[in-house]
């Protein structure tokens, strides 16, 4: 059995080393508790942002016009819904029944033809793939009010203004760049074997696409699903453009976003603050039950296709 006798220098410049990796750890802790405290706290920060705004104006709809103006933060005194009864017979209902009419539509044919060329992009290559990729990619950065002056006139052309129809085209059309992107990258990650295994099998391009690899994307479909919903429910400018009346005999199908301004439009020089504020949240609140709802899955969506 061998002894090693190590010389002072050399044990004390072993305990200077043990010090020097039990410093550097412990400074490494003390920067991540730093940084978790400031992520934690903007976060905090943030959600206080978006909370309190929604609060001020759910409980606005139970005030009266003297508490909004006297106290924008003080409690309603008589919680009544008399404000959301008001604001659905002035026109609300209506506003909420065309965007739903519109929505119903356009989201499900969005989501069918953005799924099926980012699949094909993903999956299939052949010349100018890329070409066609980057075209779709592309129309995602390209700001639609460049675009509005040429697009009122080809909907004209069409005879589409004022129709359901031609506001779903042009939302289908307005929601396939993103939904091409998401979907192209959310494809790109399913198992090829799978894709073979159907092939082996017999299955035609088609059958593969809905009976396999459709139901395999289910997350990602789920996730830009409600981004298109969020996206187009909350869409302003186009329905104000596209869903105007051409003529006095032509009737009004204004969306939900239109209808808020239009209910502000209507009180003239009357003051029923507590309508609007009804209007707004009646706006708010299917897409915050939505989001809700589909939180985890959305979740789920968007970190599957990078722990895949």
Not at 184 to 193: D, K, Q, V
Not at 202 to 213: C, E, L, N, P
């Amino acid at each position: 059995m061998t002894t090693v006798i190590k010389a002072p220098g050399e044990a004390s410049a072993e305990r200077s080393g043990g010090a020097g990796r039990t410093g550097e750890r412990g400074g490494r802790r003390s920067e991540g508790v730093v940084l978790n405290v400031f992520s934690h706290g903007f976060l905090v920060l943030w959600a206080i942002m978006i909370v309190l705004p929604l609060i001020w104006l759910a409980l606005g709809s139970f005030k009266t016009d003297a508490q909004i103006g006297g106290s924008a933060l003080s409690w309603p005194s008589n919680w009544n819904f008399d404000a959301f009864g008001r604001a659905w017979n002035k026109g609300i209902g209506g506003y909420f029944a065309h965007t739903l009419i519109v929505l119903v539509f356009s989201v499900p044919l969005t989501m069918l033809f953005g799924s099926m060329a980012a699949y094909v992009l993903a999956r299939y290559p052949f010349r100018g793939n890329r070409v066609i990729y980057y075209f779709f990619v592309s129309g995602a950065m390209f700001p639609v009010f460049l675009a509005l002056v040429p697009l009122f006139f080809m909907v004209k052309r069409f005879d589409m203004l004022n129709t359901y129809q031609g506001l779903i085209l042009v939302y289908v059309a307005y929601s396939m760049p993103f939904t091409v992107f998401f979907m192209h990258s959310f494809f790109r990650t399913l198992p090829t074997a799978i894709h073979e295994a159907a092939v082996i099998d017999g299955a035609s391009d088609t059958r593969i696409f809905f009976q396999v690899m459709l139901p395999m994307a289910k997350p990602g479909l789920i996730s830009v699903g409600i981004f298109n919903v969020l996206g187009q429910w909350n869409q302003y400018i186009l329905p104000a453009v596209l869903m105007q009346p051409q003529t006095s005999a032509d009737p009004e199908r204004y969306m939900l976003t239109q209808g808020l301004i239009q209910l502000q439009y209507q009180m003239g020089y009357e003051t029923d603050l507590p309508v609007l504020f009804a209007g707004a949240t009646i706006a708010i609140i299917p897409m915050l039950a939505v989001y809700l709802s589909f939180q985890r899955q959305i979740q789920a969506g968007l970190t599957s296709a990078t722990l895949k």
